[in-house]
């Protein structure tokens, strides 16, 4: 997966906050293949950290779902900002989703 | 219901196309299955075009949002399962009915109810069929005529997205259509409403008719009219209901503690899980074999107009489709299967946590050799959420059509409650396999009995027919107590086989205790839902 494709890039041995506007996070993990030696993601209510961005491709699997109620979720990345919205988790009248959060470390 | 009937339903179904309400191009109307599953992504795609025309493939969010439609990332590959479940549906369907063991939904009524003269449910549930269901029974609970019977039991809204193309099967709230007014009526007139119709099998009534003359005999038996017997297979009852479940709102506090809570006592998360990693295994299958999307040149279509993105979309995504191989069906059928058992957890754990389930059920009883009956029941099904299992408690009274001249009873038939609870067992594994069910039942009626007799009818020990029919006392009045133990073994694609055995102090029209067996099977056409189409509403 290259720089140009990534959701979110950033640099290397950074910590990376990804904040997701709705559903209910059930689940965090590294996605097949994890990045050797990488600290585990976790989450926090809505905000996932990684806390050491590995170097090239990896990917943080995202299991969600969803309550009477929510609606699409925006991914904003930095957590903080309400601005940076880098892409969408779509609802479709669905339970849940999972959602792959692709990373890439320069 | 015959069925032959049911497969034209069926066939009509599958055949018609989706209700569209505009003239002009919507990417949420196109038909293609590959624009209508990533409809929304489409549209964001474009609406955010439209207004920042100056981004490019590389820019937020456009790069999040083409992550979606390119098949070498597919970052929320649920909605590939979903596209290629709908473009796939007949074999899918089929493949999920076979392997499908999921079925369990303890609230399901799919059986008549007690009077019927062939049925396994005692005491109905408050829930029912999402689509449609068939069900076979014999033995009788209340009535002293042990009978067989069919019931096709359906529900509107189900029906309706079937024969619209919209998917039977969605989590609350299935808000799909367009139309205002028509989303109200599907809201509050459709999805909440349930119909049956009960069909006697094998059980013979009759009519009279003028006698022609005697053909036989040495002695002359003159006979005006005779008996004729007919009625086999005929419709005794029609039922309707109606279901109330408590108002919510879903955004405050209490409801989304108590959405919390509930969701981790279905263990909810898990069946999630499952679910995701099957979509999952579908991903690793389809990205091995992708082509990468061309980004620039989609953002160029999508910037000269909706109709140009999807037509690019759907060309890039039929040539995807045509590299996979078998293996895909086969990953998609088992994934499509997770997702609608975690679906059907999701509506359990709703239904628990917005509160009581209530339902209301009206029948028109058309009994053989009794007067027409009006019965209005009300059903409540508890699920208490620390012991496995389910409670389901009845309260109900039932009222003669008429009453003929010089009637010596009142309009009153009966009035009734009952209890039921249901346990489901973990058989190898399977927490899904088999159910107990323990019910008791009060009956209590001021008169006994009525049995209609004909007209033509001869009296008993002579020859002589009863000119204008009358109406007898049968039996006795005052309480009917029934209990019955039943087991329920769940099957493969949404079979059930209730077995029971029941003990009453009497019966409808004759005195003593009885004890008597009743077996059934039923199919609930829910697992077949794919087949009706898949459309996801919004």
């Known amino acids: 997966m290259p720089q140009n494709t990534a959701t979110v890039v950033g640099s290397s041995g950074s910590t ?22 990488a600290a585990a993601p976790s989450f926090s209510g809505q905000v996932v950290t990684v806390p050491s961005l590995p170097s090239g491709d990896s990917t943080v699997r995202i299991d969600l779902s969803w309550a009477p109620g929510d609606g699409d979720a925006e991914v904003r990345y930095p957590a903080g ?6 892409d969408y988790i779509f609802r479709h009248s669905q339970a849940g989703t999972v959602y792959l959060l692709l990373l890439f470390g320069t | 219901m015959r069925e032959p009937s049911i497969v034209a339903i069926i066939a009509v179904a599958i055949s018609l196309q989706p209700l569209s309400f505009g003239q002009n191009y919507r990417l949420a109307s196109d038909s293609r299955s590959s624009v209508k599953t990533f409809a929304d992504v489409l549209s964001k795609l474009s609406s955010i075009l439209k207004e920042h025309p100056e981004l490019t493939a590389n820019d937020a969010p456009i790069k999040g949002l083409l992550n979606h439609l390119d098949f070498t990332t597919m970052d929320q590959p649920d909605e590939f399962v979903r596209a290629f479940s709908r473009q796939n549906a007949e074999t899918l369907a089929l493949q999920a009915a ?17 009077n019927a003269s062939g049925t396994t449910s005692l005491v109905s549930k408050a829930g029912a069929s999402d689509l449609l269901s068939l069900a076979l029974d014999a033995g009788a609970l209340t009535r002293s005529i042990n009978g067989s019977t069919a019931t096709i039991n359906g529900n ?27 989303q109200w009526v599907d809201t509050h007139l459709l999805q909440p409403v349930n119909v049956s119709v009960l069909t006697a099998l094998a059980q013979q009534s009759s009519t009279t008719a003028p006698a022609a003359g005697q053909a036989s005999g040495t002695t002359s038996t003159p006979l005006s009219s005779v008996a004729i017997p007919t009625g086999a297979e005929k419709i005794t009852s029609v039922l309707a209901r109606y279901q109330i479940l408590n108002k919510y709102d879903p955004h405050s506090a209490k409801f989304k503690q108590k959405w919390e809570e509930v969701k981790k006592q279905e263990k909810f998360p898990a069946s999630l899980i499952t679910a995701n990693n099957s979509i999952l295994g579908v991903r690793d299958i389809v990205v091995k074999k992708a082509t990468p999307l061309n980004r620039d040149a989609i953002v160029g279509a999508a910037k000269q107009g909706d109709q140009q993105l999807a037509d690019y979309f759907d060309n890039y ?17 088992e994934a499509v299967q997770n997702i609608a058992a975690s679906q059907q957890i999701w509506e359990k754990v709703r239904q628990e946590a917005a509160g009581t389930l209530f339902t209301l059920e009206y029948s028109y009883n058309h009994p053989l050799s009794q007067p027409d009956t009006h019965d209005l029941k009300i059903i409540y099904g508890y699920a208490p959420g620390s012991v496995s299992g389910m409670l389901s408690l009845n309260g109900a009274f039932s009222i003669y059509d008429t009453l003929p001249a010089g009637a010596k009873y009142g309009r009153l038939h009966y009035g009734q409650v009952s209890g039921e609870y249901d346990r489901p067992f973990t058989v190898g594994g399977n927490p899904n396999l088999l159910a107990l069910s ?22 008993p020990g002579t020859t002589i027919p009863i000119p204008n029919g009358t109406q007898e006392f049968v039996g006795t009045a005052g309480s009917l107590w029934v209990t019955q133990a039943k087991i329920t073994l769940r099957q493969k694609g949404g079979i059930n086989i209730p077995i029971g055995v029941k003990w009453s102090n009497k019966s409808d029209l004759l005195s003593g205790n009885k004890v008597g067996a009743q077996v059934g099977i039923s199919y609930d056409f829910s697992s077949l839902s794919s087949l009706f189409g898949t459309s996801t509403p919004k």
């Open chain 1, 16 to 37: 990376v906050t990804v904040a997701i506007s709705s559903g209910t996070i059930e689940q965090v993990a590294w996605y097949p293949p994890a990045p050797a030696g």
């Open chain 1, 81 to 86: 900002s309400p601005y940076a919205v880098v």
């Open chain 2, 98 to 114: 076979v392997q499908s063991a999921q079925n369990y939904r303890p609230d399901k009524q799919l059986s008549p109810s007690s």
């Open chain 2, 156 to 182: 509107l809204d189900g029906i309706f997205r079937a024969a619209t193309n919209y998917s039977p099967l969605c989590v609350y709230p299935c808000l799909s259509f367009a139309n205002s007014g028509l």
């Open chain 2, 317 to 333: 995504y039929q040539s995807q489709i045509k590299t996979l191989g078998p293996d895909v069906s086969a990953a998609v059928s």
């Open chain 2, 438 to 459: 323990l019910a008791g039942y009060w009956q209590y009626q001021p008169h006994p009995s009525i049995l209609n007799i004909p007209a033509g009818t001869v009296a």
